[in-house]
């Protein structure tokens, strides 16, 4: 899957430099002068970073392909993607949403308790948001209670604490 990691803005100067709207957590890895990016919306589709600076809270960029502004300027509203599932950095126990949406969600005893619906980022730690039988379930992603992450048996095994789960009683 394809994520953005940065959308271009407006021109700046006449060199082809560009304001960079950065989506990313890792600008520094993803950006990193050398890097070829695919791209969406734009008359390029690829651009190969040649530098990333900062202004303060800005952020702009140079690419080989682009040589001034008149090119510059046709790259406005232009998207840089990431194919996150061929990355190589990715961590072992780390999931992007749409890897968990769809998925089975399991009891370690075997019993189902619902679909993955969604996940929410945390302060403390992402939330699974489940739909099971009787509503949405917002389950810690934490090892003690996600035990298990099978990406392609298509299910999340879960070890709840009682309650959880209404109506599905404290046996659980």
Do not use: C, W
């Not at 005893?109 to 969604?118: N, Q």
């Amino acid at each position: 899957m394809l994520l953005t990691v940065a959308v271009i803005g407006s021109a700046h100067g006449l060199r082809g430099e560009v304001r960079l709207d950065v989506r990313t957590d890792n600008p520094a890895q993803r950006l990193a002068p050398g890097t070829v990016l695919p791209t969406e919306g734009g008359p390029l589709a690829e651009l190969t970073v040649e530098r990333v600076r900062r202004d303060g809270e800005k952020v702009y960029a140079r690419f080989v392909e682009i040589a001034d502004r008149t090119a510059a300027e046709a790259l406005r509203g232009v998207r840089l993607l990431v194919d996150a599932d061929a990355e190589e950095d990715a961590e072992d126990d780390a999931y992007y949403p749409h890897q968990l949406r769809g998925l089975r969600v399991e009891h370690v005893d075997g019993r189902e308790l619902g679909v993955v619906k969604d996940l929410l980022p945390g302060a403390a730690q992402d939330l699974l948001v489940v739909k099971a039988a009787g509503g949405e379930v917002l389950v810690p992603f934490v090892s003690a209670i996600a035990r298990e992450v099978d990406l392609a048996g298509a299910r999340v095994v879960l070890d709840p604490p009682g309650g959880m789960f209404p109506g599905l009683g404290e046996a659980l």
